[in-house]
């Protein structure tokens, strides 16, 4: 069964951080580019971050870089996505996807408040 499974999501205070995993089963990621989605509550879901097959060449949105890393591990089908200084703008259900495929996990909630 192809899966991918996001964990980590939790409530952190501002100024804290997070680390989100992103498991895949079934299918091989480093096949695939990895990509983390967010969708806040009363918005579109936007693309926070992206890394290719191999895991170099990051690219972040403007609101999340120099805060944000994302990185993968190929040979234990995972990837992560590392959130520091968060801020209660990053509240919102994080996603990851196998990039261009149908391949979507189905998120986990990052709570930013104090």
């Known amino acids: 069964q192809v899966q991918l499974v996001e964990s980590g999501g939790g409530l952190v205070q501002p100024g804290g951080s997070l680390r989100l995993s992103c498991a895949a089963s079934?299918?091989?990621?480093?096949?695939?580019?990895l990509t983390w989605y967010r969708q806040a509550p009363g918005k579109q879901r936007e693309l926070v971050a992206l890394?290719?097959?191999?895991?170099?060449?990051?690219w972040y949105a403007p609101s999340v870089k120099g805060r944000f890393t994302i990185f993968r591990d190929n040979s234990k089908n995972t990837a992560w996505l590392q959130m520091s200084s968060l801020k209660p703008e990053d509240t919102a259900v994080y996603y990851c996807?196998?990039?261009?495929?149908?391949?979507w996990g189905k998120g986990t909630l990052v709570t930013v408040s104090s």
């Open positions: 996807r196998a990039a261009g495929s149908e391949y």
């Open positions: 079934g299918f091989t990621l480093s096949n695939y580019g």
């Open positions: 890394i290719n097959s191999a895991g170099t060449s990051p």
